[in-house]
């Protein structure tokens, strides 16, 4: 059996700390099936789960599967989610990756990355989601939350992407703690270090955080693109 690395070790420890405050996180996006949960993820995009939730019981009810869904078209989707952001543009993807699911794969989500990325209104985050809560395959998806913590507790630099996030979080993280680790820090990000009131008076991570790092950097990289913008006026 290989020996963690440093980083790996360091990256577990993070992570079996965030558990410690919450032991029972998972998706809080409400679902019976693979299909659901696509959609779900799908219409959650710039919103909360919260608002989601809200919206999918009526919806499910009467589009519970691809088959169901594929029959709409996105006029007919539209009340239904009409609460949420972006809800024109959603119901359209959620209407065609129905009948792409349908005409491709019997009605059926796929577990293969590629094959949800091609499909409407699914990207890498999306896809990650799907394949780690719906069929237990280990991946991370990283969210606006994830995205601050890994950046505030120094597993990855303020200058990274997403996808350079990822790679790091996958690389710092054993992969068989990957997909609870994933739920562990969006509630971590979403109820104690929060983007703007972080209880920073409470954490177990005071010694290591570099919360003022980032916004310094933020607030520096704000100001290059400002005076980007000016010079190119």
């Not at 059996?1 to 996006?29: N, V, W």
């Not at 019981?57 to 029959?71: I, K, W």
Request: proline letters at 6%; aromatic letters at 8%; glycine letters at 4%.
């Amino acid at each position: 059996m290989q020996t963690p690395s440093k980083s790996t070790r360091y990256g577990d420890e993070i992570i079996h700390e965030i558990e410690k405050i919450f032991p029972d996180a998972e998706c809080e996006l409400h679902h019976e099936s693979p299909f659901q949960l696509l959609v779900a993820v799908v219409l959650s995009a710039q919103t909360t789960d919260a608002a989601v939730n809200k919206v999918t019981p009526a919806l499910f009810a009467a589009y519970p599967n691809a088959d169901a869904m594929s029959r709409a078209e996105p006029a007919d989707l539209e009340p239904y989610i009409q609460t949420i952001g972006l809800y024109r543009t959603k119901a359209k993807n959620i209407a065609a990756l129905a009948r792409e699911l349908e005409d491709k794969y019997q009605g059926q989500v796929p577990s293969n990355r590629k094959q949800l990325e091609a499909l409407p209104g699914v990207g890498r985050k999306t896809a990650n989601v799907v394949r780690s809560v719906a069929f237990d395959i280990p991946s991370f998806a990283v969210d606006t939350h994830v995205d601050r913590i890994s950046k505030r507790l120094g597993l990855a630099r303020p200058q990274d992407s997403v996808e350079k996030v990822e790679e790091k979080l996958k690389r710092k993280i054993s992969r068989d703690l990957w997909n609870r680790a994933h739920h562990e820090m969006i509630f971590f990000g979403r109820y104690f270090c929060t983007a703007r009131n972080p209880r920073c008076a409470d954490c177990p991570f005071g010694r290591i955080c570099r919360k003022e790092k980032l916004e310094a950097w933020k607030q520096a990289e704000k100001k290059r693109l400002k005076s980007q913008r000016d010079t190119n006026g």
